[in-house]
């Protein structure tokens, strides 16, 4: 369709709590980009941004965090990527709503992924907020906040201004609630409506979220899409101290406060050649959320808040993941059965393979034997055991699979960010996506996210009846052509599969991640 377009200071100007900030109209839907949600100096906490006299123009995107190192094009037929200007000054905020009304809708706050360390609200074309508003009736919120080296590193050790340093990019989250809280009613969302949704890193931070007492309170419910994975403890218990030394050191500086100064090119790259000695010995290189008052912990290792118990979640994963790229999967769809049993044999070894090719045709039985070398041993079993440890201590986790095969190269198992454009209703937008049934699927995933982001269920009249999961039973909606819901269906392979799958990805990683890197 064409786009139509306005800008009207009736129509587009809202006032929030520090001032008036004015978007623009596309295809009936508000936007505002850029908005400013708080400011922070390197290693600090947030600060509540100044208010403004004028009207801020909210027609632009804002800066992103600072990567590590620049986004190199690649893989764009499986995930288009925007690149966009970095600064530290990134705290900002996107929003798309039907309407700047008195409607009191749903509340969306989507999380972006990159783990803790890279990403962006933007940087994926299928994190546009447009179409979700538009057919979910819903406001659609994206943050920016700071990450990597600024956002998580540990500094407690050299003063109380930095106790939570190693939790900044957290605090930005949820300041970012807290603009939510204050001002999106202004925008015709309802804050106590809120449900925070995330991919990879983005559900890693769903779950962060739920450690932290300070967000309580701000979000309703929460979407963790490939968001768990069992974190490999330090062996060594230390906070950022000895990196930090180390990071002085290189930089010919000596204090913290130096290190404040330092341009961010020359700290990203100082950091860039300490942390390989830090990885080898397993000791903090401040790449993940740091435990202490702020934030719980790792809730499979440290337990959950029961807090936040009752807080409704939807928690799943992608059939194929980082996996999708293993080497040696050849002939999917014309090798016979012998064939792919002599390559799984290669593959995994006689013994093993022999252990698992029946427990992986009961678990997949649409699925050619040769995509056993696909499946996914990095999300799933993280995802697996949090969602069994949580449904425990209430009835309100619900478990998801997708499992599509993709439209590409004679088709595909799906990947690492596979499902994010159906969750969004951006198909369009992802070349490898488009056949005859993308629209159909779209529709029911879409309508579960909608319908968990009303009611807390996930649930509709398109899907099979859809409990929630047990400590006994993981009710796994699988999401295909035609979904199925699958009880326990993969927990006998999963915990065989991760250990004999382990050193063959280890193998390959380099190769694995080159490919996997959109």
Known sequence: MGITFRRDEKTTVVETTKGKVQGYIQNDICVFKG???????????????????????????????????LPRPNGELYVPHRYWPMDEDCLNLNLWTPGCDDAKRPVMVWLHGGGYESGSAIEHIAYEGENMSRYGDVVTITVNHRLNIIGYFDLSDFGEEYANSGNAGGDDIIAALKWVHDNVERFGGDPDNVTVFG????????????????????????????GVWEQK?????????????????????????????????QLAAAYEKIRPSFIRENRYVGNQPFKNDFYAGDPLVYGFRRETAQIPLLAGTVFGEFSSFTPGNTDRKTADEEKQTRLMETVFGKEHAAELIPLFKMAYPEHPLCDLVRLDHFFRPGTQKYIRLRSALNDCTWSYLFDHEMPIDGGSTPWHCADIPYVFHNTQFVPSTQEDCTRELERLIFDSVMAFARTGMPGHSGLPAWPASTPETEQTMIFDTNPVLRPNHDRELMPLFETYMKPIFEANREQITEKAQH
Request: proline letters at 8%.
């Open 35 to 69: 908005i400013p949600y708080a400011k922070a100096r390197r290693f600090h906490a947030p600060e509540p941004v100044p208010g403004w006299t004028d009207v801020f123009d909210a027609s632009s995107f804002g800066f992103v965090c600072p990567q590590l190192s």
């Open 199 to 226: 991919q990879s890193g983005g559900g890693g931070k769903v779950t962060t979220l739920l450690q932290s007492p300070a967000a309580d309170g701000l979000y309703a419910k929460g979407i963790c899409m490939s």
């Open 233 to 265: 403890p330090y062996a060594v218990e230390e906070g950022g101290r000895a990196l930090a030394e180390s990071l002085m050191k290189e930089l010919s500086v000596k204090t913290v406060k130096e290190l404040e100064e330092v341009p961010y090119a």
